[in-house]
């Protein structure tokens, strides 16, 4: 249903009146010459805004939807969850979506690896939430010693203090550096084996976004990077963070990034993708070598004190539940080849060798494309090309975030391979437009 013009301006004014946008400058949201696009529904792949208007979500709202949007099987686990509860406390009570869905993230991994599972509300928690334990761990393990974490240069772990402090982009993080844990930032591997011994036994972890890097703008890792990782950290005793907010669910053609390498950290964090994109809601998994570090009487103070108020909502782990079901019911993975050759082929066609391209990257429906100008030289960062080609891009039809002037092309899973032609397509029109 299409809301009145007039109704979507007095949403504009109310909008630019009271919110704040996250990395937004609301200078420029609240000019008056800026029309704030209001999404008013959704259905498949495609967004509609409030004026009627039809998008691809080329970005899954922001890395999150999976199965689509309005999907009936998940519609209708929330549906059939609210009829018994919303949201009970999980801080001395349980509920049973909460421990279904714990055993279904298990059973995503080989027997007797990561056994429990500590649901929080996002991605950022959920990283916080494995710094905090593995540093608990070597707390209650007597090597309190290790208390420093290695992060890798462009990282982005989350926003909340301590994950902000794993982070490698200033934009983010310059400004709370002294604030978080003790970290540590390498550019790669090789960096990381030339560290001294001293340093290393004052490692309490390593966190890296498994093959690719996001807000880095989709930035790859070689071949083979996590089964190294893995190697040193067994030499070393460091535990290995998987930080698998984005890649996780099935984005890279594999359920879970590190399934490509064969590899399990020793803590793995998950979110955007886990409820399908539809509610809030994050788990940390690790072994039960971990855990039971932690077991103890009360009087020993082993207890993880950590939690939010909306951990193991029942809603969201419905959500989660159903959508997981999906990449059996719906054959999800198995439906992912044939739509990563047409990226690939629709990349190649549009912008294999356009003039303003410098670089394409994709991992399974994950695709970046670097924009540059035709002399092959960055544009200035304060122009803000990549952003300006996002917005022109919706009068061709689809919605996505740049990341500075990388084009970013990742949309729900549904995604026919019509449609991904037709997103490349018009983001190569909207490129047209500005450059």
């Known amino acids: 249903m299409t809301v009145s013009t007039t109704t979507t301006n007095e949403l504009r004014a109310l909008d630019k009146a009271h919110l704040w946008h996250p990395f937004t400058q609301m200078q420029g949201w609240c000019a008056p010459d800026h029309d704030p696009l209001i999404i008013a529904r959704g259905e498949g792949a495609f967004l509609w805004d409030s004026e009627g208007n039809r998008y691809l979500d080329g970005n899954s709202s922001i890395w999150t939807n999976i199965h689509g949007h ?84 462009q990282a982005y772990h989350g926003d909340t203090a301590g994950a902000a402090s794993l982070g490698g982009i200033g934009t983010f993080h310059e400004r709370f550096q002294k604030t978080g ?31 690719i890097q996001g807000a880095a703008g989709m930035r790859l890792w070689p071949a083979g990077m996590l089964r190294e990782l893995r190697d040193w950290c067994d030499e070393t005793g460091v535990l290995l963070i998987f930080d698998e907010v984005m890649t996780g669910f099935g984005r890279t053609g594999k359920l879970f990034a590190c399934q490509h390498e064969k590899v399990i950290p020793d803590f ?17 998994l690790t072994h039960e070598r971990i855990f039971s570090a932690f077991l103890g009487t009360i009087e ?40 990563r050759v047409q990226l690939a082929d629709s990349l190649s ?9 410098s670089d394409i990257r994709q991992l399974g429906l994950i695709a970046a494309i670097d924009i540059v100008g035709e002399n092959g030289e960055a ?57």
């Open 379 to 435: 544009f200035p960062w304060a122009d803000l090309t990549g952003a300006k080609i996002c917005l022109a891009a919706r009068k061709h039809g689809i919605l996505t975030r740049p990341v500075l002037d990388t084009l970013v092309f990742m949309p729900p899973m549904c995604v026919t391979e019509t449609e991904i032609d037709q997103g490349i397509s018009a983001l190569a029109r909207a490129v047209a437009d500005l450059v």
């Open 300 to 339: 020993e103070q082993k207890t993880f004190y950590y939690g939010h108020s909306y951990c193991a909502n029942p809603l969201a782990c419905a959500a989660a539940l159903a959508s997981l079901s999906l990449f059996e019911t719906d054959h999800t993975l198995l439906s992912l080849g044939p739509k």
């Open 181 to 211: 844990f003790d970290v540590l930032h390498v550019p790669d591997v090789a960096a990381l084996r030339e560290l001294p011994p001293e340093t290393v036994k004052t490692l309490a972890g390593i966190a890296i976004e498994p093959l």
């Open 349 to 357: 066609r549009h912008f294999g060798a356009h003039p303003n391209v």
């Open 268 to 284: 793995l964090a998950l979110a955007k993708g886990l409820t399908g994109g539809y509610l809030p809601l994050a788990a940390t």
């Open 70 to 153: 309005h999907h009936p099987v998940i519609d209708a686990a929330i549906r059939d969850q609210l009829e018994k509860m919303a949201h009970c406390s999980a801080l001395g009570f349980t509920n049973e979506p909460a421990i279904r869905l714990a055993k279904a993230l298990v059973d995503c991994f080989p027997a007797d690896t990561l056994a429990r599972v500590f649901f929080t509300d996002d991605g950022s928690t959920a990283m916080e939430c494995a710094c905090k334990m593995a540093l608990q761990y070597w707390q209650l393990t007597g090597i309190p010693e290790r208390h420093r974490f290695v992060a890798f240069d």
